[in-house]
């Protein structure tokens, strides 16, 4: 699932450009991309001061949520953009993180009822008629 997904974010690339393109036209597309990437460079710097430290000791998931976003956002693409918005906003990434776990808690109850079903069958060996 997951390779599957890596090899399909290019193609959802090309299809949100192709799409943005065409509602907002080529220059505003192209700012767009250009902006986000600088809002990326800015991310990515690392002036930490004294201060900084000590919150990214008590919680260090922020800073690597900022570096993460950082990173998605230079990489030119909308689909990319809106996964470092939803990774920069504290909001959606608590309601992401719900929706993820409890899709994969409800994946692994279906595979438990799947492991806990008996399926009776009668047989007989053939090599006895012989």
């Not at 090309?14 to 080529?26: E, Y």
């Not at 899709?103 to 008996?118: H, I, L, P, Y």
Request: glycine share 6%.
């Amino acid at each position: 699932m997951n390779l599957k997904f890596i090899l399909l974010i290019p193609i959802i690339e090309i299809l949100l450009f192709v799409l943005f393109g065409d509602f907002l036209g080529f220059f505003t597309v192209l700012f767009l991309i250009t902006i986000t990437g600088i809002v990326g460079l800015i991310l990515l710097r690392s002036n930490v001061s004294i201060s900084e430290i000590k919150e990214l000791a008590s919680n260090p998931n922020e800073w690597l949520y900022r570096k993460v976003s950082g990173v998605l956002l230079l990489i030119p693409g909308f689909f990319t953009d809106i996964l470092a918005l939803v990774m920069l906003v504290k909001g959606l990434r608590n309601i992401v993180w719900k929706f993820l776990i409890s899709q994969k808690s409800r994946q692994k109850k279906e595979k438990k009822d799947e492991d806990d079903r008996v399926i009776e069958a009668e047989y007989r060996d053939l090599d006895d008629d012989r």
